[in-house]
């Protein structure tokens, strides 16, 4: 056999072997895994882990990915292979609990009567066919989650979500929410007394018995009942000793609280209206004593003012009504909320009124997180301001912002000690029972899980929705997120620890960082060109104006030589600003380009050719060898 047939089968059997490696590798090694993504992007973070190792039935996944369609759209096709790709990573790290099937569900197919049937979202293309991007998550008793479509808006909790839907079908009955509160937010909604007129329970109580059971607490009693998961507070008023130590028990043995607290209750000012002092007093609320020990403090002498997240009212003078901004009462939009956190990420605005601020207190060794912040244009001002009423013009006159970023509703997190050192409080003949003693928790058992919000007027219905009367029907419009955060919180803290301590993950697709920044400050460039036009404009159109003004106060209808001239000029000059406009429009654009290039080539380029180097030194290294050996072989015959 010669050297040429010698090397033609070698490199036949190389090929063979190449394709045989990579069937094998891709049937046999799918679920080997070396993740080298800088945020971990297809790891599972180690609670998502444990709660995989807790669940107690098997669960079926059904992942529906118009993967053919998908083509046409390369950012969903993507995408579609991250989700799938951490899916398989669930699946892989479930010990054969989760079972999963992919799914691609063509047209006038029975695939696609399941996926619309389930609740998959269908999205039209402008081919006439729809594009399925969703998942079904069933247990073994037919309860079901379901993502009608992947955003990629929220890949950054892709992850929360898919392990807070595996976490709802282990324990699919609803979390046990007890209310304490001091407003009449859960009136008697009995038919009698709807039919009569009588105080009706405030939206937001609608919208948590449809995710939760709620049970409403009489803390005279002084002890939260064990069937309770989370506490929530709002507007605590008159809690005695007894009372504040069962809150304080329930959040050291585990318990997870979300409480509300004001300076200045706008809605209960306004019931109280007429009361003297004693109303005023009931609209101020506080739970220091336990938020202290929790580690912040929520004052009650000041609100906070935003000029930048005002709103705007009707103010009346002089038998005038104007608009004006109003400083307490803010609309908190994407800017003011902590988009790394999965209660109010991708969250629409919150509407608030006269707001407190909460205080993270030095040495407490509580991670206290903010969610809710006012802008730097915010300054505190004195409760007593408002106590009278609403009073725009004076606030702005006295507003001058500090520069700080407020926080209006934080996160607190840690080991936390109890706002009861010594023990239970005494009963009303001076003792404590033996029981209470021996079951007294001075620190926490775990980590506390609090949310605090130092507003409670976003609560009532005036805040964040109207209702309109369509065909006889009653229909709640919703104009703010106020419901949608409680609800994310109550949502959020109703998980487990390890559901709670996942964070927002990076996302696949990663900007060109330097690209934007280039392309940032030309276009300040291109604007600083662009006002300088339009300020030649203006004046060339008052000069225009000015000469044939001129020309008519003289008695004649024509621009003389002179003035034609000087409007020619003007008129050269705005071409050329023009011209000079479109020479930096076109260097922004050459050097993007340029820079782009350079990069996808040292990204997609540069790595083959290094590789490539590298096995031509290799090759011309085993030949020298080959040579050298053949040599001394020859010599030694």
Do not use: C
Not at 25 to 48: F, H, K, P, Q
Not at 529 to 542: A, N
């Amino acid at each position: 056999m010669n050297r040429s047939t010698t090397s033609v089968l070698a490199l036949g059997l190389a090929a063979i072997l190449f394709l045989s490696v990579n069937v094998f590798s891709s049937n046999s090694l799918r679920s080997a895994r070396l993740d080298l993504t800088e945020n971990g992007l297809y790891t599972l973070s180690a609670g998502s882990k444990r709660i995989l190792d807790e669940i107690p039935e098997p669960i079926r996944l059904r992942f529906y990915f118009s993967e053919k369609l998908a083509i046409q759209l390369p950012n969903i096709k993507s995408y579609g292979l991250r989700v799938r790709e951490l899916l398989e990573e669930y699946v892989n790290l479930s010990g054969g609990k989760i079972h999963l099937e992919v799914i691609d569900p063509e047209p006038f197919t029975e695939a696609e009567d399941d996926a619309v049937r389930l609740g998959i979202q269908a999205v039209p293309l402008g081919t006439g066919d729809s594009i399925y991007f969703g998942l079904v998550a069933t247990n073994t008793i037919d309860d079901r989650q379901v993502v009608p479509f992947f955003s990629r808006e929220k890949e950054a909790f892709l992850e929360y979500d898919l392990t807070r839907m595996l976490f709802n079908l282990s324990d699919p009955k609803k979390p046990v929410v007890g209310l304490i509160s001091g407003l009449q937010m859960n009136a008697d909604a009995s038919p009698m007394m709807r039919f009569s007129g009588g105080p009706q329970p405030w939206a937001i109580i609608g919208a948590i018995r449809d995710s939760f059971a709620l049970r409403t607490l009489d803390p005279r009693q002084g002890v939260i009942p064990p069937s309770v998961d989370i506490l929530l507070i709002t507007h605590p008023l008159g809690l005695d000793e007894h009372a504040l130590y069962a809150i304080d028990q329930f959040v050291m043995a585990g318990g997870r609280a979300m409480v509300f607290v004001d300076p200045y209750s706008e809605v209960t000012a306004r019931a109280q209206r007429g009361a003297g002092q004693q109303g005023l007093a009931l609209a101020s609320s506080t739970l220091d004593k336990l938020l202290n020990t929790w580690g912040v403090s929520v004052p009650t002498d000041h609100v906070i003012g935003d000029f930048d997240a005002s709103q705007q009212v009707n103010a009346g003078q002089g038998g005038q009504t104007r608009v004006v901004r109003y400083l307490v009462w803010l609309q908190l939009a994407a800017g003011n909320l902590n988009p790394d956190d999965v209660v109010t990420a991708d969250l629409g605005p919150l509407i608030m009124a006269n707001a407190g601020t909460i205080k993270a207190l030095p040495d407490s060794g509580i991670k206290v997180t903010p969610l809710v912040s006012t802008s730097t244009q915010a300054m505190r001002m004195e409760t007593n301001l408002i106590r009278f009423g609403p009073a725009p013009d004076r606030l702005l006159e006295l507003f001058k912002p500090d520069g700080e970023r407020h926080m209006i509703a934080a996160r607190l997190a840690g080991k936390a000690k109890s706002a009861f050192p010594d023990g239970p409080p005494k009963d009303i003949n001076g003792k404590v029972a033996e029981k209470r003693k021996a079951a007294h928790m001075k620190d926490s058992s775990s980590p506390i899980s609090v949310i605090v919000v130092a507003d409670t007027d976003m609560l009532h219905d005036q805040f964040w929705l109207r209702k309109r009367n369509m065909m006889g029907q009653q229909m709640i419009v919703p104009i703010a997120a106020n419901a949608d955060f409680v609800i994310n919180a109550l949502d959020n803290l109703s998980g487990s620890s390890d559901l709670i301590g996942l964070r927002s993950r990076g996302k696949s697709t990663r900007p060109f960082v330097v690209v934007e920044a280039m392309r940032r400050a030309a276009e300040q460039k291109f604007l600083a060109e662009e006002r300088k036009l339009k300020e030649r404009l203006e004046e060339s159109k008052k000069r225009i104006a000015e000469l044939e003004s001129r020309a008519q106060a003289s008695g004649g209808s024509l621009l003389t030589p002179e003035q034609q001239r000087e409007i020619q000029s003007v008129r050269s000059q705005v071409l050329q600003t023009r011209k000079q406009l479109r020479d930096v429009q076109h260097n922004l654009n050459r050097e993007i380009d340029g820079l782009e290039t350079r990069l996808k080539f040292a990204n997609v380029g540069l790595m083959p050719l290094a590789v490539a180097l590298i096995a031509a030194i290799l090759a011309v290294y085993g030949l020298r060898r080959r040579r050298r050996g053949s040599g001394s072989a020859t010599v030694r015959n």
